[in-house]
């Protein structure tokens, strides 16, 4: 599937996210190595290639993993040229925290996908009898459970 190409930010337009209201069920997603912010939208879109009133986590990593913030975004405008669905990623910008991340368009809530829904690996590894290395993570518990489903 090729994303349109007005999914494409462009050079300067980092995207203001201090205004935008925390998800009502899920504010903070505990999950993973490092929290991450559930964000909204604002009604109307800040920028043609966000959806409005749809979430989006914000990613905000510090010190040696500030650099995530643009492997987010080249992994995202990579995939697209191969034709990998991802969920779209773009550089955000908090002003009230002073703090740049990474904003990540959630891959459900969509309204033509309206029967999806979030699992978490962690749900899956312990459903499955497989626990995971909760301290840095496994490339082959991954593929294992990717094969699985």
């Known amino acids: 599937m090729r994303v349109p190409a007005n999914f494409d930010q462009a050079a300067g337009e980092v995207i203001q996210v201090e205004t935008w209201e925390p998800d009502d069920e899920f504010p903070v997603m505990p999950v993973g ?3 991450k912010r559930v964000l909204i939208c604002p009604t109307p879109a800040p920028c043609r290639f966000l959806i409005a009133g749809h979430r989006y986590l914000f990613k905000e990593p510090f010190g040696h993993a500030a650099q995530q913030i643009w492997s987010e975004v080249i992994a995202y405008k990579l995939a697209r040229e191969v034709g990998v669905e991802v969920p779209p990623a773009f ?6 925290r002073d703090s740049p991340g990474v904003l990540v368009e959630f891959f459900f809530g ?10 978490h690996a ?3 590894f312990q459903a499955l009898g497989m626990p995971p290395d909760e301290k840095r993570g496994s490339l082959a518990e991954n593929i294992k459970l990717s094969r699985l489903h």
């Open 122 to 124: 962690r749900e899956r």
């Open 33 to 35: 190595q490092k929290p």
């Open 91 to 96: 550089l955000g910008y908090d002003a009230r």
């Open 110 to 119: 969509h309204a033509e996908r309206a029967d999806a829904r979030f699992v």
